[in-house]
């Protein structure tokens, strides 16, 4: 009878262990999976923002109470996804959405309150553009959403 050592029997664990690693870690996720909640939240304040964005060249004072409602959904959001286990990226992504300090919807809503404060408008101009930078900032978090693995 042949005896076996202990490195043989070592390789041969390993052998046997490694495919059964893969299919288990194959099985886990090192992101968040999708979540209707999250894609109908992140849907329908887009469409707020959008709304409001096109409406900036009006007097802040007049959709002050409409900012303040985006600006407190946009808080649920960022709470709601920092709840979420692997879900660093979409964090991520909200908290540069809702910053006051940023070029997002968050800094957007407090130029314009600010703007507002000393009797001005924001300019078309600068509407326009900045329109464009948070639809898209919108849209990538809920592609972000949309790419995450089903349940």
């Not at 202990?6 to 992101?31: E, H, N, Q």
């Not at 709840?83 to 407090?110: C, I, S, Y």
């Not at 309150?113 to 009797?119: D, I, L, N, V």
Request: overall charge negative.
């Amino acid at each position: 009878m042949r005896s076996i050592s202990p490195g043989m029997l070592r390789r041969a664990v390993t052998r046997a262990a490694l495919p059964a690693l893969f299919v288990v870690l194959a099985g886990c996720s090192l992101i968040s999976s999708h979540d209707p909640h999250s894609f109908e939240t992140a849907t329908s304040l887009k469409a707020e923002a959008m709304v409001l964005v096109e409406q900036a060249t009006e007097p802040y004072a007049e959709h002050a109470a409409s900012c303040d409602a985006l600006v407190l959904g946009m808080r649920k959001a960022y709470e709601y996804e920092k709840g979420k286990a692997e879900n660093a990226e979409t964090v991520a992504q909200w908290a540069l959405m809702r910053d006051p300090k940023g070029h997002l919807m968050g800094g957007f809503v407090e130029r314009w309150k600010g703007t507002s404060a000393q009797g001005a408008r924001l300019s078309p101009a600068f509407v326009n553009e900045a329109a464009g930078e948070i639809e898209g900032a919108f849209d990538r978090i809920i592609r972000l959403e949309q790419g995450k693995p089903a349940e």
